[in-house]
Structure formats: structure tokens, C-alpha cells
């Protein structure tokens, strides 16, 4: 299913007048407190956000997993998905995808079915937590950590080749996310799994080209569960400061031990200018994967107010921005749907906190300001804004309305089967 500017038109055709009288009163309301609004605009239509191919079928958890039907089997299909996402909200114009889930057969099919669409190659995600079929050597205790050479060289050529298959798609950027770790007090030496993958990321780091990155994403446990080598966010930064200008730190939302003050690692990894990137998602307990802004939204607008302070402060690069999510409940289409609204809308409060007056309050620690000029900002419901950003970049005033009137699912079904299933997770 390919969705065309008529599909847009007729879908926005009954929500104009409402959004028009809504986007107005806002508008007025934000140039009244000084704001540009086209400005704000343009900043908001910039922000693209990547789609994981792992992500656009039912994931499921160990404990069972639901298919709704219609999913992408082949990695066109999974384009094809992204370039629906785009064709709606403007905002998702790139796909990152996960080696060996999504290694491309032809791929100057797979380029032009991406072009067709108009959507780009993001990160490509390297994977040393699963053991291939036909795979000599077993990643059970470990891949880039593992004390048998014979393995961390397998691993190391594993990233090798999926840096070859990123290049040929024009990607700029290797994730790299390891499972390594123990779940047994003695089980392994922390320092020398620390040091064995030191020197593994260091083969693959040099193997990088010169405008490619290498993101480093740490997670505190699972699938280990006593241990993980890159744990935190000081090991991943210390690595990425160990091996060079070109790696940076990954932040995935889901990867924090309870109450873990995310925003500040935020800030802290751009004052050294080392945040490379996130993967956007949410969780109540543990690495949940649930939809973004969907549990803890006065976080996710907290960690864009840093982001948005550490642009005009710091030399920080702007980091990759992908969404990392598995969807048991909804359909998934419709989950990134909320996902990337919710990331614009975090992003939209956070560009119109009144910083001249929140640096007087916190320079005059004023405390009880500082918290009412953020709280201002988080509490404006900028939606009609976010909208009119994705209007007026030919989108869907609502996406999720236009996904659900266009009876995208149901058509999807149609064309590829109730039981057509996507790899990945
Ligand atoms: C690990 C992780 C990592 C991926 C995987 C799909 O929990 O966040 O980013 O490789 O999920
Ligand atoms: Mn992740």
C-alpha cells in the first residue's frame, strides 16, 4: 500500500476548519509571549525520527507473542511500512536497520524501494546476542567480551560485515549493543571482559570509515542478570572516549535502573560532547519497550529541555534520533505513530521554555520560578503546532485518524496474509 497525496487531502478535508481555529488561538497566544511561531515550525519539521525495522511487527516477550496480521516479511515490506509512517506524520524519513534480521538480498531493489518512498538507511544494529544457524563458534558466555580470541574474532568480523552492508546503503552510523555479561557472582573477570572489549571495539572502531560514527549503547542487565560489561553510561562514555572522535554514547530510555535522573546524563554526556544518540521509548520497571511518552512524559520533555539547552550551549553533534519499542498490544504502525508525536511534542515544549527567565530564577535561586517556567512549558498543549508542522510539510493533520481512515491495516492484511510475520525481536 502506497499512501498519495490525495489519501492526505481526503483525510485532512474534515479536520481543517477545527485545526485551523485551534493552530490560530495557538499561534496568537505563543507570538504574544515573543515566540516565533514559523520558527518553531521549521525546528519541529527538522526533527526526523528513525524507524527501527525491528519494530514494525508484533514483537511479543518470552512469554507469548500476539501477531495482528498484515506484518512485513521481506525487508521492501519493512521500507514500505516506513515510507507509510512518513507519507503521514513527515517525520519518520529513515529506517535503521538490525544485521542478520535485515540483511538486504538485492540491493539496488532495496535502494530504490527506499527512494520510491522517500525514506534514507539510519544506523545500522550489529547483533552478538543471538547465535546464527549456521554459526561455528556460540555467543552463550559473551561476544566482544568473550575470553576464547576465536569468538571476540568472530564478533569483531560480525560488525565488520555489517558495516560493509551499511555502506552500500549510504548509512553513516554502527550501533553497537552488547548482551555480554554474567549472571553469577564468578561467572567472569569484569576487568578483563572490559579490556577484551576495549580491544575488539578498538578492530572494529578502526575498520570504521571516516563520516561514520560507532554508537555504544549500555544497558544494566538482561539477558545477564548479575552483570553487563557496558552497563552504564560512564563505561560506554569511557569507551567512546578511549577509542577516538568518531564514538560516542548511545542513550536508550529503557536501559536505566529505577529513578534514574536520564536528563542529567544527557546533559552530561553533551558538556563532553559525546551523546551520539537515543533510542526513544518508555518503561515502568525494567527495559519495557512501551510506547514513547506513554508512562513517564514529564521525563521525555525534561531530557529534550536539556537537549535543547546543550545545542545552544555545547558543540555537542546533533545525535541520532531512532525509536527502540516492541509492541505485544497495539498495532505497531500505529505505536511509532505515537511515538514520534509524542517525541515532537517533547521537543515543541521544550523550544518554547522562557530560558532568559529560568537562568534568572536559577541564577536568583529562585526555586519555586524555575519549576513554573518549565511547567508552563510542559503544561501548553502545543499539539495544534505539532499538527500544523506536519501539515505543512504535506502530512496528516492527525496520523493516527488517517491511518485508522484509510484502513491502512486492513488493506495490508489484505495484500500480504493475516499470518505474514516480520523477524526481529
Ligand atoms: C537491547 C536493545 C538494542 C537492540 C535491541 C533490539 O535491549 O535495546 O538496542 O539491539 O534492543
Ligand atoms: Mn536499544
Known amino acids: 500500500m502506497k499512501i498519495t497525496t490525495d489519501h492526505i487531502h481526503s483525510s485532512n478535508k474534515p479536520l481543517e476548519i477545527s485545526h485551523a481555529r485551534e493552530f490560530n488561538f495557538l499561534a496568537e497566544n505563543l507570538e504574544k509571549k515573543g515566540l516565533n511561531v514559523e520558527a518553531l515550525i521549521q525546528k519541529i519539521q527538522a526533527l526526523q525520527i528513525a524507524i527501527p525495522s525491528w519494530a514494525l511487527g508484533t514483537g511479543g516477550t518470552r512469554f507469548g507473542r500476539f501477531s495482528g496480521g498484515g506484518e512485513p516479511s521481506t525487508l521492501i515490506q519493512k521500507i514500505q511500512d516506513v515510507g507509510i509512517l512518513h507519507a503521514l506524520n513527515r517525520s519518520s524519513d529513515s529506517i535503521s536497520l538490525h544485521i542478520p534480521w535485515d540483511i538486504p538480498q ?10 520510491e518512498v522517500e525514506i534514507s538507511f539510519d544506523a545500522v544494529n550489529s547483533n552478538t546476542f543471538q547465535d546464527q544457524a549456521d554459526q561455528s563458534l556460540s555467543y552463550k558466555f559473551g561476544s566482544l567480551a568473550n575470553n576464547d580470541k576465536s569468538i571476540r574474532k568472530l564478533a569483531i568480523e560480525h560488525n565488520k560485515e555489517v558495516i560493509r552492508i551499511g555502506e552500500k546503503l549510504g548509512s553513516k552510523a554502527l550501533t553497537v ?20 572489549t576495549y580491544e ?25 542478570f548479575y552483570s553487563t560489561v557496558i552497563s552504564d553510561w560512564g563505561t560506554s562514555f569511557l569507551l567512546a572516549n578511549k577509542l577516538g572522535d568518531k564514538a560516542f ?3 536508550d530510555l529503557g536501559h536505566h535502573l529505577p529513578n534514574t535522573n536520564i536528563e542529567q546524563i544527557v546533559a552530561t ?16 520497571y525494567g527495559d519495557d519497550d512501551l510506547t514513547v511518552g506513554s508512562i513517564k512524559p514529564y521525563q521525555l520533555f525534561l531530557i529534550f529541555n536539556e537537549l535543547v539547552t546543550g545545542f545552544e550551549e555545547t558543540s555537542n553533534p546533533t545525535p ?5 519499542a516492541s509492541h505485544n498490544l497495539k498495532d505497531p504502525m500505529e505505536d511509532l505513530l505515537q511515538s514520534v508525536e509524542a517525541i515532537k511534542l517533547a ?23 524555575g519549576q513554573e517556567i518549565l511547567q508552563d512549558a510542559f503544561r501548553t498543549d502545543l499539539r495544534p503546532l505539532v499538527r500544523e508542522s506536519i501539515r505543512q510539510s504535506g502530512g496528516a493533520i492527525s496520523p493516527i485518524q488517517s491511518y485508522r481512515d484509510l ?19
Open 347 to 369: 521537543y515543541a515544549q521544550a523550544l518554547i521554555v522562557d530560558r532568559k527567565s529560568l537562568e534568572a530564577a536559577q541564577d536568583g535561586q529562585d526555586v519555586g520560578q
Open 200 to 224: 575488539s571495539l578498538l578492530e572494529i572502531y578502526q575498520e570504521l570509515p571516516s563520516d561514520w560514527k560507532m554508537l555504544i549503547e549500555y544497558k544494566p542487565y538482561e539477558p545477564y
Open 269 to 284: 554526556l553533551m558538556t563532553e560532547g559525546k551523546l551520539g544518540g537515543f533510542h526513544f521509548n518508555d518503561s515502568k
Open 320 to 324: 541520532a534520533w531512532m525509536i527502540d
Open 106 to 115: 538485492d540491493y539496488d531493489a532495496i535502494l530504490q524501494a527506499a527512494a
Open 177 to 196: 549493543w552488547l548482551a555480554d555479561g554474567s549472571s553469577f557472582p564468578g561467572q567472569h573477570s569484569f576487568r578483563k571482559a572490559l579490556q577484551n
Open 407 to 425: 484502513k491502512v491495516r486492513e488493506t495490508l492484511i489484505k495484500e500480504r496474509g493475516k499470518d505474514s510475520k516480520a523477524s526481529g525481536l
Open 249 to 251: 554514547t548511545l542513550v
